[in-house]
């Protein structure tokens, strides 16, 4: 009978040492990577952030390990831009609970009330039809498709630029941002934990699923997205309030913006 149990090294991601976890998928070569105290401020780790592999894995790679993240407690994330700051620990881990203290109507309207403060007079038509009014979340998406399958599709096309495989013990996505120390928002918001309620909350409402995460970059697959203007608008005004960059150095508004994710099963972010 095969021993499916947690390697040694993924064990060590958790808290509880990987109690009554299995993995059947083969485990490339790789490590855990420490968060380096000097960069996080916060001496030394009491675990590692995450594992990481040491060559560029498949599509299919990354989807036999989503698949088998109910057993295991791992989510996989290929990792954009490997030397910095994954392999020399540039993260700074937080615990998955503290995500439950923030919600994504909240901080959305944190960051619209502050941003719109500081806008200087008549930049506020970017934000047509809101302007300093903040329109809140908007409606769930209907699914077109098994958010599972949207995620192993998008892994697949991505995975093709040759990228190594992180496995984050999280319970979702949303959770692996915070739990791997990810800092790729760090310009728009200090702390990462506010930025994952969002993303949980894109899973609920339009079957989003976290797929990388490179420097400054985040990509998700999307199961449920709006399929008409005023919905893609609204959906636009949340992509703001998370990435400002992702509008005001592309289309430059929120109507262009919209016309970009109509219909779209990808959402990519960049962080200037």
């Not at 599509?59 to 993240?69: D, I, L, N, T």
């Not at 994954?86 to 909240?106: C, K, L, N």
């Not at 790729?184 to 995460?213: I, K, Q, T, Y």
């Not at 998370?242 to 972010?269: K, M």
């Amino acid at each position: 009978m095969n021993d499916h149990r947690l390697p040694q090294e993924l064990c060590q991601l958790f808290a509880d040492g990987g109690r009554g976890r299995a993995l059947t998928a083969a485990l490339p070569p790789g490590d855990v990577v420490w968060p380096d105290a000097g960069y996080t401020g916060q001496g030394e780790p009491v675990r590692p952030a995450f594992w990481m592999s040491d060559v560029p894995v498949t599509g299919r790679e990354w989807a036999g390990f989503r698949a088998e993240h109910a057993g295991s407690g791992l989510w996989p994330v290929l990792l954009d831009e490997s030397a910095q700051p994954w392999s020399i620990g540039q993260v700074v881990p937080d615990e998955a609970a503290q995500i439950d203290h923030f919600t994504a109507e909240g901080f959305m309207t944190e960051v619209w009330q502050e941003w719109v403060a500081q806008m200087p007079a008549g930049a506020l038509e970017e934000l047509d039809p809101y302007g300093a009014f903040c329109p809140g979340l908007a409606a769930p998406g209907v699914p077109k498709a098994d958010p599972g399958e949207v995620a192993d599709w998008y892994a697949d096309r991505l995975a093709a630029r040759g990228m190594p495989l992180g496995l984050v013990a999280a319970r979702r996505g949303a959770d692996a941002l915070a739990v791997m120390g990810w800092q790729g928002a760090l310009h728009h918001n200090e702390w990462m934990v506010p930025l994952a309620a969002v993303v949980r909350s894109w899973e609920e409402r339009f079957g989003a699923r976290v797929v990388c995460v490179g420097f400054n970059t985040l990509e998700l697959s999307v199961a449920a997205p709006p399929v008409d203007t005023e919905h893609a608008l609204h959906v636009a005004a949340e992509h703001w309030a998370f990435c400002p960059d992702n509008v005001v150095q592309g289309p430059g508004d929120l109507r262009g913006y919209a016309e970009q994710i109509i219909g779209g099963h990808t959402w990519s972010f960049w962080w200037d």
